[in-house]
């Protein structure tokens, strides 16, 4: 299901006027697509955000553009200011929903591995899996069941479960998480012998020392 959003078009692309509607809480946006020409808009930044937190930034958006056709579209990119963690800019793709597109949908990681009761530790390299899918069928996330999982223990892409609406395109001998074996403590050094008396080099014998002696009073 589509989610509801309002845009302005915005026409004049001045800086000036750029600022002033973040000012008013706008995220200027373009708007784009196969065969389409771009059109430059502005959405409220906090219905934009709530809606990529709600439903995840694959979500089907149907944008009302003022004056325009509503369009069912996806937040392709955005910009965000690193110093005051706003939205600054937003790009929007239209989307065709009866042709399948490519997309990366996070894994999201269910339960405890067993393995990690035991010292084991779960990591996991891959955050995002590859997907082919109508706009419809992109689900929000794929969730991984963690908790048969102990040591040496692993999930492939090839894993995941086939009953599914979507094609994952990844690579099948990729791997998702794994259980590995605790680090090893290093070895504490051999203190036994820390008290011996280190070894003397070229320790000279009574005898020499006496022969050393009787040459010096010559």
Do not use: C, W
Request: glycine share 4%.
């Amino acid at each position: 299901m589509a989610i509801n959003l309002k845009a302005n078009q915005r026409q004049n692309l001045k800086q000036s006027v750029t600022r002033d509607l973040r000012l008013e809480g706008e995220v200027p946006s373009v708007v784009y697509g196969k065969n389409k020409e771009p059109m430059t808009v502005a959405v409220n930044s906090i219905e934009l955000l709530k809606t990529v937190r709600d439903e995840g930034k694959n979500a089907i958006i149907s944008l009302n553009i003022e004056g325009k056709d509503t369009v069912d579209v996806m937040l392709h990119e955005y910009q965000v200011d690193p110093l005051k963690d706003e939205l600054i800019h937003a790009d929007f793709y239209i989307v065709d929903m009866s042709e399948e597109m490519d997309v990366e949908v996070p894994v999201h990681l269910e339960g405890e591995a067993a393995g990690s009761k035991e010292g084991g530790v779960v990591q996991q390299p891959l955050y995002e899996v590859a997907v082919r899918a109508k706009p419809a069928d992109i689900p929000e996330e794929i969730v991984v069941d963690i908790s048969e999982l102990n040591i040496g223990d692993s999930v492939m892409v090839s894993d995941l479960k086939e009953a599914r609406k979507y094609e994952i395109t990844e690579d099948d001998n990729t791997t998702i998480v794994s259980v590995t074996p605790p680090e090893e403590m290093p070895e504490e050094p051999d203190t036994d012998n820390a008290d011996a008396e280190p070894e003397v080099i070229n320790e000279k014998s009574d005898d020499e020392e006496e022969d050393s002696e009787e040459n010096s009073d010559k």
